[in-house]
């Protein structure tokens, strides 16, 4: 399992700034409903072991601090990444969007979006992307095009005496 990049000393830092101990961290990790220890969250912060994904998003919760900085870097540069800062699982995004989740997954790890016209949109909405940004981190030289909403047909105005 790839895990995500970390920076174990924003970890320590947002930990410290807020004057926890790591045991208070692993309790409300817990709390959250991701299992973690003391030993675990130590290792984080000294670089040995990088949290799952799931662990980074709740972490994040944790020390009220954006995913972004816990990962270490100034702006997302590709799709996983833009996904993890926003906290989707790729599970979770793949079914917001309503694509597979092995297709989405597949977009990833080969750094080519495939999703049609709809799915683009609701992937650059959900990931506040747009198309230049959405090329930009697939490495696409084509910006892909989202679905263009179909106009509003204009309804007649009725009054009493009929159309105007």
């Known amino acids: 399992m790839n895990r995500p990049p970390f920076s174990p000393d924003t ?11 790591p045991h208070q961290v692993a309790e409300q990790m ?5 299992v973690v220890d003391i030993p675990l ?3 984080w912060e000294a670089g040995e072991y990088r949290p799952t994904e799931d662990e980074l998003f709740a972490l994040a919760d944790v020390l009220w601090c954006r995913t972004q900085d816990l990962m ?14 926003r906290q989707f699982s790729t599970d979770r995004l793949a ?7 092995a297709q989405y997954e597949r ?3 080969t750094n080519k979006w495939s999703g049609d016209g709809r799915q683009t949109s ?21 910006v892909p095009q989202p679905a ?3 106009p509003r047909q204009s309804r007649p105005t009725w009054s009493r005496g009929g159309p105007r």
């Open 148 to 150: 263009v909403p179909r």
């Open 30 to 34: 817990n709390a959250c409903g991701v």
């Open 72 to 85: 270490g870097i100034e702006s997302p540069r590709t799709l996983t990444e833009h996904r993890l800062v």
């Open 107 to 109: 977009a990833e790890d």
């Open 11 to 21: 970890a320590r830092s947002a930990r410290q700034g807020l004057g926890l101990t």
């Open 95 to 101: 079914r917001t969007i309503g694509m597979d989740p």
């Open 41 to 43: 969250v130590h290792a």
């Open 122 to 142: 609701a992937l650059l909405r959900v990931l506040d992307l747009t198309p230049l940004r959405l090329a930009q981190a697939t490495g696409q030289s084509v």
